[in-house]
């Protein structure tokens, strides 16, 4: 099992997302996700988040929000327990990232990149203001099998409502 947390940096109408080309055998490979990473031994959702920013973009976040619990599970790989957050609020200036590169994106274009099918699903929850919640997603390979809201299965037709 792994545990894990990923952040949405919003500044203005943007979000601060990683494009992930830089590692080699990257399960993300040319998606663009959120900022985050693993916990270290003893470290809460919080204290892994805040590393996690500062190490990866070399911004400390100053308000931040812990909007919910997303549970990966996978034919291919071991469970995964993300810790998702919001921040508005940071200091410090960007560096580069070792991982991939840091882009601030629109809201209105991250849509048409390359990501996750499940991420859209959490990003939508996070965009409606949803409060916090519980996201099961179930993949199969590189694709999304079922999907679950506290506890609740969601049709395909709602994974892109």
């Known amino acids: 099992m792994i545990l894990s947390t990923l952040c949405y940096i919003e500044k203005e109408d943007c979000c601060l997302l990683l494009h992930r080309v830089k590692k080699k055998n990257d399960l993300n490979h040319d998606k663009w996700i959120g900022i985050g990473g693993k916990f270290e031994e003893g470290e809460s959702p919080e204290e892994c988040i805040l590393r996690e920013t500062r190490e990866e973009t070399g911004l400390s976040l100053t308000d931040y929000r812990y909007r919910g619990l997303v549970t990966f599970t996978s034919n291919e790989a071991p469970a995964e327990y ?31 990149l390359p990501q996750w099918e499940g991420d859209r699903i959490f990003l939508r929850l996070l965009r409606e203001g949803a409060p916090f919640f519980s996201l099961k997603l179930t993949y199969e390979g590189d694709r999304l099998a079922a999907a679950a809201l506290n506890g609740k299965p969601l049709e395909k037709g709602e994974w892109n409502a």
């Open 82 to 112: 993300m810790h998702l957050f919001t921040a508005s609020g940071f200091t410090g200036t960007l560096k580069e990232c070792d991982e991939g590169t840091l882009e601030w994106v629109p809201w209105k274009k991250f849509a048409s």
